[in-house]
């Protein structure tokens, strides 16, 4: 098996797992990553037994492939040169902050033949495959995400509050909606409220899609206790899924009655499973010089972003 020679670029929270990930990935060698935090960057390497680079750029010379795990308002400077350098990228969502940035990185990384895959990885949990089997015509949708306000950071602002709330946690179901649903948005309705940051930390959002499904969304990162729960109708189907405890419920009619299923969910197989796909990709690349379709596409990134920033829009009319 050739392995994927791959880098992070940005080992926080959520840029340590990518790395540590990458370490049980067969297919992955892991040549190094890089940090604008210095100390942080090397204390990372260290424990994880590979190099710190001191520059993007020299990290790009030595892989194929990067996880690009920064903050969403430097996804676009640092996607530009990571297609410029001809390397493949899977960019932690959302995809950029503006649309006219997303729609760069997607016209750059087709010039260069490079793969962008955006990590809206709950599309990657076991049950998402079984919801996207029996759910094929979603009526309504009813989703809660809420967190507890991000924690201080020295120097910078708490983590994911770059944006608002609405591109910083409701776009990974957006994007999971977006794929379920299948249809173009008609109508938004929203109400979104700044708290403790200068964007709305909470947003409650109303869509109505040309097919009659409608799907109502509430976002929050100023809340005691965190949430994760979606529930799905249709006419013949039901799913109930709850991300803190980590379990979901599948309902639905066949010709001998009601089925039901009990379906774990799993965060951390998620991302593994999210970072494997990405290397199957730029693996499949390399062995064909065709550029392959990731489960969650660039393409599919910037629909999701779109969407986000339409709401957006809203909200700052409305306030």
Not at 120 to 149: C, G, Q, W
Not at 287 to 299: C, Q, R, Y
Request: with cysteine; charged share 25%.
């Amino acid at each position: 098996m050739t392995k994927i020679k791959v880098g992070v670029i940005g080992v926080g929270a959520l840029g340590w797992h990518h790395a540590r990930l990458y370490k049980e990935c067969d297919q992955a060698e892991l040549v190094g990553i890089y940090d604008l935090d210095e100390e942080s960057g090397e204390n990372v390497a260290e424990k994880l037994a590979t190099r710190y680079f001191k520059s993007p750029v020299a990290l790009l010379e030595a892989v194929d492939a990067v996880s690009i795990a920064v903050p969403a308002h430097l996804h676009f400077e640092i996607g530009q040169r990571v297609i410029e350098a001809k390397k493949h990228i899977l960019m932690e969502k959302p995809l950029t902050e503006f649309l006219d940035h997303g729609r760069k990185l997607l016209e750059m990384a087709k010039e260069n033949d490079c793969i962008i895959q955006v990590g809206h990885v709950e599309r990657f949990n076991p049950i998402i495959a079984v919801m996207e089997e029996k759910l094929t015509d979603p009526r309504f949708i009813e989703v809660h995400r809420l967190s507890p306000y991000p924690p201080q950071r020295p120097g910078q602002k708490p983590r994911g509050t770059e944006v608002g709330v609405v591109l910083d946690l409701m776009i990974h179901d957006l994007e999971m909606i977006l794929n379920l649903v299948d249809s173009e948005v008609e109508l938004i309705d929203v109400v979104g409220v700044p708290i403790l940051s200068s964007t709305e930390d909470i947003a409650n959002v109303r869509l109505r899609f040309e097919n009659g499904c409608v799907a109502n969304l509430t976002a929050s990162r100023v809340t005691n206790e965190p949430v994760r729960k979606m529930r799905i109708f249709q006419s013949d189907a039901y799913v109930s899924l709850d991300y803190q405890e980590k379990s979901g419920e599948i309902y639905w009619k066949d010709e001998t009655g009601i089925q039901h299923k009990t379906i774990l969910v799993d965060d951390h197989n998620a991302l593994l499973k999210q970072l494997e796909h990405f290397l199957k990709c730029v693996a499949g690349y390399m062995a064909t010089g065709n550029i392959p379709a990731p489960k969650v596409s660039g393409e599919q990134g910037f629909k999701a972003l779109e969407l986000a920033v339409k709401i957006r829009e809203k909200i700052q009319l409305s306030s």
